[in-house]
């Protein structure tokens, strides 16, 4: 089956445009998490949902970064005023669930963000 | 918080030589532990997973042991290949959420 799809592949934008990044979950999985990725790091944890609700978004660094899931499926991550130091590979991860047991997440290739 | 700490690469080895690549965490309570792997080109993948203490997790010739009381969980293969080039993330999920907590990942170079 499909795995997960993100959109767009590459973002280039100038530094304080809006941006908007989309991932679209595996079928079924209803957990679904945001990762950052910069250069020669793993992953930092960005946010996470349970269906429609942010179940935890502990890991957003600042009130410009925002991520919906109005439908319980697709996800949008929400970029305001972008920084150069937004700089990175946005990473969506999905489960079948959470809590309890080691569900595991795909992953899926990333959206490379550029600040210019 | 939580944090995952592994071995700095890069890593070459040549073709059948034996792999180990270090990995301690700091957690509180009971974590999951995870090996992902990112080949060349590629999305992160699960490699290898343990959920309690003394579990083994293997696949394709890799193995971790999940060790409480030295808070490690090495990633072991007994004679890599050139395929097996690319770099591996540990990493360690716990709390309600179960968000992954990765370390800074091991770049794994295998010459022919």
């Known amino acids: 089956g499909a795995g997960v799809s993100q959109t767009p592949s590459n973002k280039v934008t100038e530094k304080g445009k809006y941006v908007e990044l989309r991932c679209d979950p595996i079928s079924g999985h209803t957990a679904l998490y945001w990762y950052r990725q910069s250069l020669g790091q793993g992953p930092e944890f960005l946010i996470y949902?349970?269906?429609?609700?942010?179940?935890?978004d502990s890991g957003l660094p600042n009130d410009r970064f925002f991520a919906v899931r109005p439908e319980g499926s697709v996800s949008t991550l929400k970029i305001q005023r972008t920084e150069r130091g937004d700089s990175a590979v946005y990473l969506c991860?999905?489960?079948?669930?959470?809590?309890?047991?080691?569900?595991?997440?795909?992953f899926g290739p990333g959206t490379r963000l550029t600040v210019l | 918080g939580d944090s995952v700490t592994q071995m700095e690469g890069p890593v070459t080895l040549s073709e059948e030589a034996f792999l180990t690549i270090n990995c301690t965490y700091t957690a509180t309570g009971y974590p999951s532990l995870f090996w992902y792997v990112q080949y060349p080109g590629e999305g992160l993948q699960l490699l290898l997973k343990a959920t309690k203490a003394d579990d083994k997790g293997s696949n394709k010739g890799f193995e971790a042991t999940y060790r409480k009381e030295t808070t490690s969980f090495h990633l072991e293969k007994g004679s890599v290949q050139v395929s097996d080039s690319a770099v591996y993330f540990c990493?360690?999920?716990?709390?309600?959420?179960?968000?992954?907590?990765f370390g800074s990942g091991t770049q794994l170079t295998v010459l022919p």
């Open positions: 991860a999905s489960s079948l669930f959470s809590g309890g047991g080691a569900n595991e997440q795909f």
């Open positions: 990493a360690l999920s716990a709390g309600s959420a179960r968000q992954l907590t």
């Open positions: 949902f349970q269906g429609t609700g942010a179940a935890d």
